[in-house]
């Protein structure tokens, strides 16, 4: 079966410091790879997605970036975090109309 | 591009009551449509999703939904909610041919009371 593995659960972190949030799928190939933030008492924005390996694109100019080294590995980073990076993370994969979400990151910069 | 719109950020409703959550959305061309939940502090759990075929949707936990193209809604339902629907709901929208990004509205607060 298809399972998505996203980590830290909780993570807080000073500002300036650098971020990597990973996330990995299991269970299928080629997925398209999403991650989304999910500010305090907002929607989820999407930040990045991915339709394959060292393919990234990116719908919000922001402090963070994306990486997919592998088919099945996708990564949020930042060099150095900022206030306003605190939020609730999410990775996500979609292959042909379906989508299944990771249980999160909640990230608090302080 | 598209849009959604949810109406109601806050939505409360007592306990065996049934309850509408309303979702709008904008495109030029055809979408797919979803209902997320999420339980606090936890990811979304799909509730349902309309690709094609039948407007009227099914979904888990009771839930249902109708594709209304002429009106772009797809409005959220149930006839009877419980204490543990107390959740956020997202509406969603998708363009497959945009490598399947799923555009969410803001979020609905669901609090139901006993």
């Known amino acids: 079966s298809q399972t998505i593995h996203q980590w830290p659960a909780t993570l807080v972190q000073p500002v300036g410091s650098p971020l990597s949030l990973e996330c990995t799928v299991e269970g299928t190939s080629n997925p398209n790879l999403y991650w989304y933030r999910q500010a305090a008492g907002r929607g989820l924005q999407l930040l990045f997605y991915?339709?394959?390996?060292?393919?990234i694109s990116s719908e919000v100019p922001q402090n963070l970036s994306a990486s997919r080294p592998q088919d099945r590995q996708f990564i949020l980073s930042s060099k150095k975090l900022l206030l306003s990076d605190s939020g609730f993370y999410l990775c996500?994969?979609?292959?042909?109309?379906?989508?299944?979400f990771g249980s999160g990151t909640r990230l608090t910069v302080v | 591009a598209q849009s959604v719109t949810q109406l109601d950020s806050q939505v409360p409703v007592f306990e065996e009551a049934p309850v509408e959550l309303r979702c709008n959305y904008s495109s030029s061309v055809s979408v797919y449509l979803f209902w997320y939940v999420q339980y606090p502090n936890q990811g979304l759990q799909l509730l349902l999703k309309?690709?094609?075929?039948?407007?009227l949707v099914k979904g888990i936990n009771g839930f249902e939904a109708e594709f209304n193209k002429s009106q772009t809604s797809f409005h959220l339902r149930k006839p009877s909610v419980h204490i543990s629907d107390t959740a956020e709901y997202f509406c969603a929208v998708s363009r497959y041919n945009q490598g399947g990004k799923l555009i969410f509205g803001q979020g609905t607060e669901l609090s139901v009371k006993p």
């Open positions: 309309y690709l094609s075929g039948s407007t």
């Open positions: 991915s339709v394959g390996i060292g393919q």
């Open positions: 996500a994969w979609n292959r042909a109309g379906g989508y299944t």
